[in-house]
């Protein structure tokens, strides 16, 4: 009996029968499993790369938590000074997963030069500041030094520094609104070095400089800063670290996440997820239709086969076991190609950067991919798991085939 259904097997497979009408048809299922899977695990990593590279720009320009006075009103510009002295201040010891704890000052400005002029964010930051997001994005020049006695220097982004035609070392003119008799403070920073993080919203308006710098503009005590910025080390966990943020600092501080700073962001994100989960229900259905196809065929095309191997004593169990098993090789075919399809474009894009895109609209110039294997790992998983499920219920015709008719069948 073993040796009959091992020749069946290689029958159904093709082996014998490489010519037959099932030939193209088991072809254009596997070549169906190959695009499906490949746009699948496309969809998948450039989903990733978008959410992962946008939260990224977010918390290194704004951090993952910020504290601030109640009285700022959720503004970006810092308008009322708290103590830099607090229990939460360098180390959150009341919660854990804080990696950093960080002062800053926002003063809103204003770039003038002969030709134009440019509103900007004056982002104040002290020497213990995490520069590495902005090391990461620097094309020219250098961070800030903060071992001079006055620390003049700014960071501006390549756009700003592309609108105002400045360059490394120049000079700028900024002007900042206080409450004075002039009611207009002028300050001269030099511009050290250039950053281009393709977040649109952020390079067009931030400068980074010292935070001493800001707290004179405002005349404020050196204890005196405009909010925190707390970075944690699992973003998955943003709202409820945050929510332990904001039960562990003063009643009259509060602490808001990027969630609820930027909501219609991270909304826009959202529809990522369901517009991957559409792609992927529609490519699984498509691959097990085709599947279905090649399978119902397959039997078809085989019934005298069928019927001698009942004759001879054959369950239907096993030869339904026949066919999901060569099933399952074109399947797992169709998963290699595809992967090795989908990982060679995804390769190339991330490393070459050929498609790129409108920072304005998308906030990233190139489109961004993230390999997370554990879940494409659960899409080939899943996707092998649903067509074989799919297969079930063609397979069952095989029951209705009675070896008598079937053996006589041409």
């Not at 004056?122 to 620390?151: I, T, W």
Request: proline share 3%; with cysteine; aromatic share 10%.
């Amino acid at each position: 009996m073993n040796y009959e259904l091992f020749i069946a097997k290689r029958i159904i497979a093709g082996k014998a029968h490489k010519n037959s009408i099932s030939s193209p048809i088991i072809k254009i299922a596997i070549v169906a499993i190959s695009l499906g899977i490949a746009i699948m695990s496309i969809s998948v990593s450039v989903s990733l790369g978008f959410k992962n590279k946008i939260r990224e720009k977010i918390a290194g320009f704004k951090g993952h938590v910020q504290i601030t006075n109640f009285d700022n009103n959720n503004s970006d510009v810092s308008t009322v000074p708290i103590n830099l002295n607090q229990d939460f201040y360098p180390n959150f010891k009341n919660v854990k997963g804080i990696r950093k704890v960080q002062p800053y000052i926002n003063k809103a400005g204003l770039i003038r030069t002969k030709e134009s002029f440019q509103g900007v964010v004056f982002k104040g930051v002290d020497a213990d500041y995490d520069f590495s997001f902005f090391n990461d994005f620097l094309v020219e020049g250098r961070l800030l030094n903060y071992d001079q006695p006055r620390n003049r220097e700014i960071l501006i982004s390549e756009s700003v520094a592309d609108q105002m035609e400045l360059k490394l070392n120049d000079t700028l003119n900024v002007g900042f609104q206080v409450a004075s008799k002039t009611g207009f403070k002028q300050r001269k920073p030099v511009v050290v070095g250039i950053y281009k993080t393709g977040f649109a919203e952020f390079d067009n308006s931030i400068i980074v400089g010292d935070i001493k710098e800001v707290q004179h503009i405002n005349r404020w005590k050196e204890d005196q800063i405009g909010g925190f910025e707390v970075l944690i080390d699992n973003f998955d966990e943003l709202k409820e670290k945050g929510e332990e943020i904001d039960m562990n600092i003063g009643p009259t501080l509060q602490a808001n996440t990027l969630l609820q700073n930027f909501r219609s962001l991270f909304d826009w994100l959202e529809l990522f997820d369901n517009n991957v989960l559409f792609i992927i229900a529609i490519m699984i259905l498509v691959a097990g239709i085709n599947m279905i196809t090649a399978l119902l065929v397959l039997i078809l095309e085989r019934v005298q086969m069928i019927g001698i191997l009942k004759s001879l004593g054959s369950t239907n169990k096993e030869i339904r076991k026949i066919f999901l098993y060569n099933a399952s090789y074109l399947i797992l075919k169709g998963l290699f190609w595809g992967n090795l399809i989908a990982f060679l474009l995804l390769c190339v894009q991330k490393y070459f950067k050929l498609i790129s895109l409108d920072p304005q609209t998308y906030n990233v110039s190139t489109v961004p991919i993230d390999f997370n294997f554990f879940y494409l790992l659960l899409l080939n998983i899943g996707t092998l798991l649903l067509c074989l499920i799919m297969l079930l219920i063609p397979s069952m015709i095989i029951a209705k085939i009675q070896p008598s008719k079937a053996i006589k069948f041409d």
